[in-house]
C-alpha cells in the first residue's frame, strides 16, 4: 500500500473541518498525548483488552512506515490537536483489510469517526483492497451502529460470543457516494 495518497482535507456533516494524513515515526509523542483524552472505555474498545495505558511498544506500531501492509492515519484540527488515530493492515496479498479507528473522547458526536472511516474506506478502494473488517466488542454499540449505517455487515467472531465482526465488501462499494446515516 501506498502512504502517499492517505493525506486530505475533510469535512464532517456537522461542518467541522480537519486533515487526515499518514502517521510517522517522529509522530510518537503526539500519539501517546492523544491516548491521554480516551476514555478507558474506548481504550478497552480498541485494543479489546483491560490495557490502562498504551505502552511503548504499541506506540511505535502505531507510527511506523516500513511495514508494506500497514497504514496508521492521523486525523489532526486545524490547530494540530490531534482528533483520531486509525489503522488499516492488510493481509499478505492486500486483498482484505482490517481497521481500528480511536476517537478522543472530547471531540466525538461530530461526525469525524464518520469521516475517518469513509476515508479509509476509499483510500481501501483505490488499493484495490476488496473487503475491509473490524473486530468489535459487543458492548461498542457506537461503533457497531456506525460501521452498519456505512454498509457493514455483522457477523459471529469465531468462538467469542464477546466480539463482533463488522465486514464491508468493497468490489462492488462505491464509497464516492455513500450516503450519511
Given at each position: 500500500m501506498n502512504v502517499n495518497?492517505?493525506?486530505?482535507?475533510?469535512?464532517?456533516?456537522?461542518?467541522?473541518?480537519f486533515h487526515v494524513r499518514h502517521a510517522t515515526p517522529q509522530d510518537g509523542a503526539m500519539v501517546a498525548?492523544?491516548?491521554?483524552?480516551?476514555?478507558?472505555?474506548?481504550?478497552?474498545?480498541?485494543?479489546?483488552?483491560?490495557?490502562k495505558a498504551v505502552s511503548h511498544e504499541r506506540l511505535a506500531e502505531m507510527t511506523r512506515i516500513d511495514d508494506p501492509?500497514?497504514?496508521?492515519?492521523?486525523?489532526?484540527?486545524?490547530?494540530?490537536?490531534l482528533l483520531a488515530v486509525a489503522m488499516l493492515a492488510t493481509d499478505e496479498d492486500d486483498?482484505?483489510?482490517?481497521?481500528?479507528?480511536?476517537?478522543?473522547?472530547?471531540?466525538?458526536?461530530?461526525?469525524?469517526?464518520?469521516?475517518?472511516?469513509a476515508h479509509i474506506c476509499r483510500y481501501a478502494q483505490r488499493h484495490k483492497i476488496t473487503s475491509?473488517?473490524?473486530i468489535e466488542s459487543r458492548e461498542n454499540h457506537s461503533a457497531i451502529e456506525l460501521e452498519r449505517d456505512m454498509g457493514f455487515k455483522a457477523l459471529d467472531y469465531d468462538d467469542d460470543p464477546?466480539?463482533?465482526?463488522?465486514?464491508?465488501?468493497?468490489?462492488?462499494?462505491?464509497?464516492?457516494?455513500?450516503?450519511?446515516?
Open positions: 495518497d492517505t493525506d486530505d482535507d475533510l469535512t464532517t456533516r456537522t461542518g467541522f473541518r498525548e492523544f491516548f491521554k483524552h480516551v476514555t478507558p472505555e474506548d481504550l478497552r474498545f480498541r485494543f479489546l483488552s483491560g490495557m501492509h500497514i497504514v496508521n492515519f492521523l486525523a489532526l484540527s486545524p490547530n494540530e490537536t486483498q482484505r483489510g482490517e481497521v481500528a479507528l480511536t476517537i478522543r473522547d472530547d471531540f466525538k458526536h461530530q461526525g469525524i469517526s464518520w469521516e475517518v472511516l475491509i473488517e473490524s464477546t466480539l463482533v465482526l463488522l465486514r464491508r465488501e468493497l468490489d462492488t462499494a462505491d464509497v464516492a457516494d455513500m450516503v450519511r446515516g
